[in-house]
């Protein structure tokens, strides 16, 4: 009992550890939604300078995820290594214990109920592989079971999500406002550097042309000024046209900003992204999460499993 009880406690410590680095990580719905939609704008070097800030935020705190659930992964391949017997439902506890970091959310439900779920499972499959695996053993019944359990547990993370992004339209609302933004970001990049490249020079010719019209009309009107009286009503000028021009420039964009939620409004692509909204969120979600177990978790419970396997031996 006495070993039972300190296998608990190692792996409850670690789940709350997982929790709260999560937590830390400050990875939410609400930050997937907006990178999403600000992902085609990364791709465009004129545009991508606040939203490439804006990834680099929310990709930091994906890699703090990442950590999180690695932690998640120790613990389970210890499970299946060592497994618990009589105290194995008290796993619960750090489970629920952590909801109040997450104020007890919808996809928080989902993700303690799954994790709860692959512990129980991952515990008799540990088993069965130690009995069935000859090569490599060591290694392979953490990285096997490691891949069957986090399926579970990323079922349930695909069903939270769908269910927080059905129930809540202020997601759907945001990638709505956040694709337009970038968008709009986009194409005024574009539009600044033909404007840099083909008219920039020819604007501030037009601009230098006035402004030289407009001061031989002033000489010819007051003959008696000194030069630097003329230099001053110059440069006043000159200041008076570039704000015209950039309120022009502000009134373009506003102009633009509308014309894009119009037209993506009126998109069929993108209405039907927005009906299938919660879907496809979570189906990005869950491959992003399989994807991550292939390449990065099961081989890591793998090493731990080899690890936890030459310190304490088979049971």
Same mark, same amino acid.
């Given at each position: 009992?006495?070993?039972?009880i300190?296998k608990?406690?190692?792996v409850?410590? !670690?789940?709350f550890?997982? *929790?709260?680095?999560?937590?830390? #990580?400050?990875?939410s719905l609400? @930050?997937i939604t907006t =990178?999403?939609?600000?992902f085609i704008?990364?791709l465009i ?7 490439f800030e804006?990834?680099?935020s929310?990709?930091?705190?994906i890699l703090?995820?990442i950590s999180?659930?690695?932690?998640f ?7 299946a290594v ?5 105290l194995?439902?008290?796993?619960l506890?750090?489970i629920?214990?952590?909801g109040f970091l997450f ?5 928080y439900l989902?993700f303690?109920m ?12 540990g ?5 069935e695996l000859k090569k ?6 953490g990285?096997n ?5 986090l399926?579970? !547990?990323?079922?349930f993370? *695909?069903l939270?999500s769908?269910? #927080?992004?059905?129930?809540n339209? @202020?997601y759907r609302? =945001?990638f709505?406002n956040t694709s337009?933004?970038?968008i ?8 600044s ?9 020819a604007?501030?010719?037009i601009i230098n ?6 001061m031989k ?9 000194t030069e630097?009286q003329y230099?001053?009503?110059?440069e ?5 046209m570039?704000e ?6 502000i009134?373009?964009?506003l102009?633009?900003t509308s014309?894009?939620s119009?037209?993506i409004?009126n998109?069929?692509?993108f ?9 496809i969120?979570s189906f990005?979600i869950?491959v992003?999460?399989?994807? !991550?177990t292939?390449?990065?978790f099961?081989?890591?419970s793998g ?7 030459s310190?304490?031996g088979?049971?």
């Open positions: 009992m006495e070993s039972e300190k608990l406690v190692f409850s410590t !670690l789940y550890l997982g *929790f709260v680095v999560i937590y830390l #990580s400050n990875i609400n @930050s =990178l999403q939609a600000n704008e990364l070097p004129n545009a991508r300078n606040s939203a804006a990834f680099i929310i990709f930091s705190g703090i995820a999180g659930l690695i932690i992964c120790i613990g389970l391949s210890f499970l060592k497994k618990l017997d009589k194995k439902y008290f796993l506890i750090p629920l214990c952590s104020n007890f959310s919808i996809l989902f303690g799954g994790l709860f779920v692959s512990s129980m499972y991952i515990i008799p499959l088993e069965t592989y130690k009995m490599w053993k060591k290694f392979r019944v990285s079971a490691i891949s069957k359990a399926f579970v !547990l990323f079922l993370v *695909f939270g769908l269910i #927080s992004f059905s129930v339209d @202020s609302q =945001l709505f337009v933004s970038s709009t970001n986009i194409i005024n990049a574009e539009m550097n033909y404007d840099k490249n083909s008219e920039g020079n604007t501030n010719e042309q006035a402004i030289e019209d407009q009309k002033i000489r010819s009107q007051y003959p008696n000024l630097e230099f001053q009503m110059k006043e000028i000159r200041k008076k570039k015209i021009n950039s309120s022009e420039n009134g373009t964009n102009n633009m014309l894009v119009q037209r409004k998109s069929l692509i209405n039907a992204i927005l009906i299938w909204f919660p879907l969120m990005t869950w992003f999460l399989e994807f !991550l292939e390449i990065l099961s081989p890591v090493i731990f499993s080899y690890i936890w396997f310190v304490f088979e049971e």
